[in-house]
């Protein structure tokens, strides 16, 4: 489903972020991308994201060579994946429901269909009661959960989560991941970064390991 | 083969139809979402509306009042007078016998003789030079035939009854008064030039205005546009609210212009009524008319579209998700 081969991106300072990664992740997997602070873990994410390009080498998505989508086939296929961060990325001014019904905006669904998909996204992730709520009146690990709802409500086949449980407590972060089992589970490849060794250790699926922007364990031969 | 040419067609088919319906719908959504911000921000949207609006009043105002000006203007018989200044020589009996004779004349109706010495006496009334001229021993000036032409003949016709009469004899010169006319009629085609030039002025000047104040609502909404653009919203997608935000300022700008231009017309409705009733005439101004207002809006619509187009191509493409 996401295929590197040997990929380098070298940022325009002249730091190399990436080295020569190569890997495969198959459809319905569920892949931890873990490495220090700086070994290029973002910087992987934005290139299947289009939010950057590869300086060398290949990146595939569902069997597409990313070289070949130009700039007006980046909305299409950013539609095709569901994205969680960090730093949530919501729209503070909205409340839950219009945020989690971006994408379906986006994408142009009639407002009966828009409905049904959020709640359901909303009732994924135990949020249903708080649909009018502004999201600054939330805590953090339901902000995550909305960015969450929001990242599924169009039932992408690829779903990419950057540091989904950065500075959750230990039992929300469980919580958090659970849910991204569950994605997978209904055959959403997932592919997670986190430094949290200890939580996704535990966890007991396959880990891609950076160092120095290099893939030290996990990728293939 | 074909059940399934025939079933790709259809699907084909039912996606364009979805598709336009959610273009419809996002268009409405847009519309609907950019009007509720332009409204919720009362006082800047009152700013904007005025600013455009007396930027547009001010050449439509002019190009009304100069409309009305032409209209009655041109409802003025072109009063042409020939002035026929006789030849010395020639006595008071004499011109008198010349005025009855062109009196005779199909292309003139009247012919009034003025003697020299009551043209002196006009002049030194008028003049104020009274002193001066009753010092002069000699009279310098000639006898005179004011000739008005027929009513309703052309103005070449009147060029060649000029000329004619000049050959006549003891016909020294003379003269057409219509220069006057010409006059009014090239400071009219001098102010129309510079209601135009100040017309496309403006237009531009509410054009960059309406650019800035788009610009200024996408950068207040950056962070928002990031986001849209991360989970996929292409760039008209993105576009279209602040495509709206222009159209809706510019019908707002309109819609003001039309009526202080309305207001300003009726408040000098009445003066110029007054007026024309001095003159014994029952000219009224003309007002913008409910196709002038209309035109207005649209040509307020167009210009924020205009305004909002420049502010997004410039700034939209360069906020992309970092
Ligand atoms: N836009 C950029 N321009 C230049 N250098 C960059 C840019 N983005 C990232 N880098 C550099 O590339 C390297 C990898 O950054 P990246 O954000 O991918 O790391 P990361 O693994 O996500 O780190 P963290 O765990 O702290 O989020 C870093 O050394 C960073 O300084
Ligand atoms: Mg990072």
Redesign the interface.
């Known amino acids: 489903m996401i295929s590197f081969q040997r990929v380098s991106k070298r940022y325009a300072e002249g730091h190399d972020a990436l080295r020569e990664v190569s890997f495969d992740i198959a459809k319905d997997d569920l892949v931890f991308l873990t490495g220090h602070s700086g070994a290029g873990k973002s910087t992987l994410m934005r290139l299947i994201m289009l939010m950057d390009r590869a300086t060398r080498g290949k990146v595939l998505v569902d069997g597409v060579d990313l070289a070949t989508v130009g700039k007006r086939g980046i909305p299409g296929h950013r539609r095709n994946i569901g994205v969680v961060f960090q730093n949530h990325q919501l729209l503070f001014d909205r409340p839950v429901f219009d945020n989690v019904a971006l994408p379906l905006v986006i994408g142009g669904y009639d407002y009966r269909e828009v409905g049904r998909r959020v709640r359901a996204a909303l009732d994924k992730v135990g949020l249903l009661s708080k649909e009018r709520a502004m999201p600054l009146t939330l805590s953090g690990g339901e902000q995550q959960r909305v960015g969450i709802a929001r990242a599924v409500v169009c039932r992408p086949r690829i779903l990419l989560a950057d540091e989904p449980t950065g500075n959750l407590d230990p039992e929300l972060s469980a919580e958090i991941m659970r849910l991204f089992e569950d994605f997978n589970q209904v055959g959403v490849t997932v592919l997670i970064a986190s430094h949290d060794l200890a939580l996704i250790s535990r966890l007991r699926h396959r880990i891609l390991t950076l160092k120095e922007g290099r893939l030290v364990n996990g990728g293939v031969a | 083969m074909t059940a399934a040419r025939r079933e790709g067609a259809r699907q084909s088919r039912a996606s364009i139809a ?2 336009y ?3 419809l ?2 268009h409405r ?1 847009s519309a609907a979402d950019s009007l509720h911000r332009v409204l919720t921000n009362k006082l800047s949207t009152l700013m904007t509306f005025m600013v455009i609006g007396i930027a547009l009043a001010l050449p439509v105002g002019l190009n009304v009042a100069l409309d009305n000006a032409r209209e009655l203007s041109a409802g003025w018989e072109s009063p042409s007078q020939i002035s026929l200044f006789l030849e010395e020589q020639l006595s008071a009996a004499e011109g008198q016998e010349l005025a009855a004779a062109l009196e005779q004349r199909d292309d003139v109706a009247t012919v009034e003789f003025v003697s020299r010495q009551d043209a002196l006496a006009e002049f030194s009334a008028l003049s104020g030079f009274a002193d001066v001229l009753s010092s002069l021993e000699d009279n310098p000036l000639p006898d005179l035939l004011l000739v008005s032409p027929a009513s309703g003949l052309a103005e070449d016709a009147v060029v060649t009854l000029k000329g004619e009469l000049a050959d006549r004899e003891g016909v020294a010169e003379a003269v057409l008064d219509m220069e006057w006319l010409q006059r009014l009629n090239s400071i009219m085609e001098l102010s129309q030039r510079l209601v135009l030039a100040l017309g496309v002025l403006l237009v531009f000047g509410v054009v960059l205005i309406l650019g800035n104040t788009i610009k200024l609502a996408i950068e207040s909404r950056r ?2 546009i ?10 008209p ?1 993105v576009r279209r609210p602040f495509l709206y935000t222009g159209l809706w300022y510019g019908f707002g700008g309109g819609l003001v212009a039309a009526l202080l231009v309305s207001a300003s017309l009726w408040y000098l409705g009445k003066p110029v009524a007054r007026l024309a009733a001095l003159y014994s005439s029952d000219f009224s101004l003309d007002g913008l008319g409910v196709m002038g207002a209309l035109n207005l809006l649209v040509l307020g619509g167009l210009l924020g579209l205009a305004g909002a187009w420049l502010a997004v191509t410039r700034h939209l493409a360069e906020i ?3």
Not at chain 2, 226 to 231: A, C, G, P, T
């Open positions: 979805n598709r319906d959610a273009w719908r996002h959504l962070e928002e990031v986001i849209v653009k991360l989970v996929g919203g292409s760039n997608f992309e998700p970092r």
